[in-house]
């Protein structure tokens, strides 16, 4: 019987942040401590033929001035894909602080530290510019023209950032034409904002030799390792920590947040002094990372029977200004891509490509989101010609454990077949389904399938310590983004070590103290760091009841660790004792954690969506999503209706309203939350996560992730409910009023509508 896992446990962090007790960047106070603002560029491309800041820099109270003359002239990627990527693949090294070339609107031409903001903002004004305006690309099609021009130019003959990510199996083009049944579509896909509540910022000091910088970063040692690339210092030499809390992430944070991690840190070498820097939400918006946004071909072929033959992909990604995530995030759509369904004959080509727009990077999902919404249009476009109900081409085509795939891991566990029943069951599959009926209003439902990745084990290392008190401290790398994983390894390491989840203390979010981590991303946090607290506490447990059996005059094996307490022998032992008395006789107890090889597994995912058209408006209502997930062994069922929840509400926004649009200058209009067109509480739907367990068993006591996975398929489900209550399918996301009206009249779907009194206006 355990006594933490699978259970609700109340949040470690709950009373703290409910009180507003607790610290994000924005609340960073050091003594002395400088203000930061930056100079933005106003053009979308431009060559910097004059740069004078003798103003701003006599400005009284103006104690730094950064731009390219006088910053590190080392290229660097802002991401953490600089610090860890998959094997073979490398980063795209095309950033500098500072530039004389920049290459979107917002890109960064100086920055000032002054003794307040006013004083910052005014000095950024005196600073004088003279630019050369260069021609612009907007769209990676574009960019991928013979005669295009190179936005990197200076260290690379093509616009193709990082290279070209392939997968084959079998052979396509056989397969492809011994296919009875085919399907071929292109898909169109927008930039989509994290928009998380805490805007980028840092906090840096240099002195004597030494860089502390504190971050809202998700991986504080990648964003060290990237600060000591820069700057040339020893690692050693750098502290990067959370404060320790994030204000929301969703993956924009995964090494530097629009580069202020390394603003700050030139700014408060130049001046010897704290330098802090907070962008503004128009910042936040427009300079920092988006979810990639392109257009993916998609190819799918079955046989008459309904089992898919074969498979081909060509993704065109944007990747803006800078390469980022770039080549990973094109390696995951090809990857999730390839993964839900059997297919003998697969080809796979995608690119993350470089333009004249805001950079894009990671955002939850990573790349699947994309991949999921082309490859189940196919998928229900097949269903239609072969005349078989999508839920049972779902079923029959389904990955099952041990097939042959593309990945390089195996598929070790699924319950798919489990989500994709209970989805379509508790959406009410078999009463509403081509239902739609007459008239203005109707209804539909529709269902898509999908699967991700947790993993990144093998960077996974923590320690463990027992404190005299009886206590547990464990120290990782990782970082707390407002998930509550925290949580569920408080529970995991109760759980292994046999202690009180109270008497456990994890120490995360900082490179002093803590082992190497990659930190929260990857849907890994708990599967990963899970399994190395489950390894260390094993060790540490064995320390203590070997010490405790010759403290005893017993055996090890008759003692175990029951609610704090050595128990079994001829007395109880207190753990606090214990160490207290190991401590007298040169006896320490601390153990560490890490993985041996490298782990990665797989969690799966089925949403069904109802939905209401308004076929005189083109408004598309969500009703009701039903989210099915297989998450392994829930460690903390509570926590992973949240995510999913959260998950969901961020797919639905996807699919039916956020869309960051760029002019033909190349400037975003999206600048604030008042102009990005978030989800609010009364666009949400009724939500029904339901958990569907599968024992993982290379997880911690069976689990694997959930964080990434909760909007994956639910732009899919959305667009087969509209489709399902219209007749038409769109190739085009986000469904807009306007796209969905076009799209209607161009299926003359609206001429009831005209019949029955209405009026359609499509300008």
């Known amino acids: 019987m355990k006594r933490y896992i699978s259970k609700n446990q109340k949040r470690s962090d709950a009373l703290s942040k409910v009180t507003g007790e607790a610290t994000y960047t924005h609340d960073i106070v050091v003594p002395g401590m400088l203000f930061a603002k930056v100079l933005r560029s106003p053009h979308a491309h431009a060559r910097i033929r004059k740069l004078d800041v003798s103003k701003a820099a006599a400005l009284p109270g103006v104690k730094a001035v950064a731009t390219w003359e006088n910053t590190p002239r080392k290229l660097f990627n802002s991401t953490g894909m600089m610090a860890f990527l998959y094997p073979g693949a490398k980063p795209a090294m095309d950033e500098y602080i500072f530039d004389q070339m920049v290459r979107h609107v917002g890109d960064e031409v100086a920055a000032v530290a002054a003794t307040s903001e006013e004083i910052a903002a005014e000095a950024i004004r005196l600073i004088e510019v003279e630019y050369e305006p260069l021609p612009a690309l907007l769209d990676p099609l574009d960019a991928l023209e013979e005669d295009a021009i190179l936005i990197h130019g200076d260290i690379q003959d093509n616009n193709i950032a990082s290279g070209t990510h392939t997968i084959r199996q079998g052979?396509?083009?056989?397969?492809?034409?011994?296919?009875?049944?085919?399907?071929?579509?292109?898909?169109?896909?927008?930039?989509?904002?994290?928009?998380?509540?805490?805007?980028?910022?840092?906090?840096?000091?240099?002195?004597?030799?030494?860089?502390?910088?504190?971050?809202?970063?998700?991986?504080?040692?990648?964003?060290?390792?990237?600060?000591?690339?820069?700057?040339?210092?020893?690692?050693?030499?750098?502290?990067?920590?959370?404060?320790?809390?994030?204000?929301?992430?969703?993956?924009?944070?995964?090494?530097?947040?629009?580069?202020?991690?390394?603003?700050?840190?030139?700014?408060?070498?130049?001046?010897?002094?704290?330098?802090?820097?907070?962008?503004?939400?128009?910042?936040?918006?427009?300079?920092?990372?988006?979810?990639?946004?392109?257009?993916?071909?998609?190819?799918?072929?079955?046989?008459?029977?309904?089992?898919?033959?074969?498979?081909?992909?060509?993704?065109?990604?944007?990747?803006?200004?800078?390469?980022?995530?770039?080549?990973?995030?094109?390696?995951?759509?090809?990857?999730?891509a390839t993964s839900t369904y059997r297919v003998p004959n697969i080809f796979f080509e995608g690119a993350s490509i470089y333009t004249n727009i805001v950079p894009a990077g990671a955002f939850r999902g990573f790349g699947n989101p994309q991949a999921v919404f082309a490859v189940e249009t196919a998928v229900d476009a097949l269903a239609k010609k072969l005349d078989i109900d999508p839920v049972e081409l779902r079923l029959k085509n389904r990955i099952r454990v041990n097939d042959e795939w593309p990945l390089s891991y195996p598929c070790s566990s699924t319950a798919l077949d489990e989500c994709i029943k209970q989805a379509a069951a508790k959406i009410g599959w078999s009463e509403k389904r081509g239902r739609a009926g007459q008239g203005r209003f109707r209804r539909g439902v529709g269902l898509g399938a999908g699967t991700h990745f947790c993993g990144y084990d093998e960077l996974a290392h923590v320690s463990l310590e027992l404190e005299t008190d009886g206590s547990l401290s464990v120290f990782t790398g990782n970082s707390e983004i407002g998930t509550g994983h925290i949580t569920s390894l408080q529970q995991i390491t109760a759980e292994s070590f046999g202690c009180e989840i109270e008497q456990v203390n994890i120490k995360y979010g900082d490179t002093r103290g803590t082992p190497y981590d990659v930190g929260c991303h990857s849907t890994r946090s708990v599967f990963a760091i899970g399994n190395a607290i489950s390894m260390a506490a094993g060790e540490l447990k064995e320390q203590v009841l070997q010490y405790a059996a010759g403290a005893m005059g017993c055996s090890a094996e008759a003692l175990s660790i029951e609610s704090g307490r050595v128990r079994g022998g001829p007395e109880e032992m207190d753990l606090g004792q214990l160490a207290r008395d190991g401590h007298i006789h040169k006896t320490h107890f601390s153990a560490e954690g890490k993985s041996k090889e490298a782990v990665t597994v797989t969690p799966w995912e089925a949403h069904a969506a109802e939905v209401e058209v308004d076929t005189l408006t083109g408004m598309v209502k969500v009703l009701k999503v039903v989210a099915a997930h297989d998450v392994g062994v829930a460690i903390n069922p509570q926590l992973v209706e949240g995510q999913i929840e959260g998950g969901v509400v961020i797919g639905i926004g996807y699919a039916t309203r956020e869309e960051m649009s760029i002019n033909e200058k190349g400037e975003v209009y999206n600048s604030s939350y008042h102009t990005y067109m978030l989800p609010t509480f009364a666009d949400t739907p009724e939500i029904e996560p339901v958990i569907v367990e599968s024992y993982e068993p290379r997880g911690p006591y069976g689990a694997k992730g959930v964080g990434e996975c909760g909007l994956v398929p639910t732009a899919a489900a959305i667009a087969a409910a509209v489709e399902d209550a219209t007749g038409v399918r769109f190739l085009e996301i986000p469904l807009t009023p306007q796209r969905v009206l076009d799209g209607l009249q161009a299926a003359c779907v609206t001429c009831q509508a005209e019949k029955e009194g209405g009026t359609i206006d499509v300008e």
């Not at 034409?177 to 292109?186: Q, W």
């Open 171 to 336: 052979d396509f083009e056989k397969g492809w034409a011994e296919c009875d049944v085919t399907y071929e579509a292109r898909v169109k896909l927008p930039i989509q904002k994290q928009a998380q509540l805490e805007t980028h910022a840092a906090v840096a000091e240099y002195r004597n030799g030494e860089l502390t910088v504190w971050s809202p970063t998700q991986s504080v040692h990648g964003t060290k390792y990237i600060l000591a690339h820069i700057f040339d210092m020893s690692a050693g030499n750098i502290r990067v920590m959370n404060p320790p809390y994030v204000g929301g992430a969703f993956g924009v944070r995964v090494g530097f947040g629009g580069k202020a991690e390394g603003i700050v840190s030139c700014l408060s070498m130049l001046s010897g002094y704290p330098v802090k820097l907070v962008l503004t939400r128009e910042e936040d918006f427009t300079v920092s990372d988006t979810r990639h946004s392109g257009y993916v071909d998609i190819k799918l072929g079955a046989k008459a029977d309904g089992r898919f033959h074969a498979f081909g992909m060509n993704a065109y990604l944007n990747t803006g200004a800078y390469g980022t995530h770039g080549i990973e995030v094109a390696a995951c759509l090809g990857n999730m």
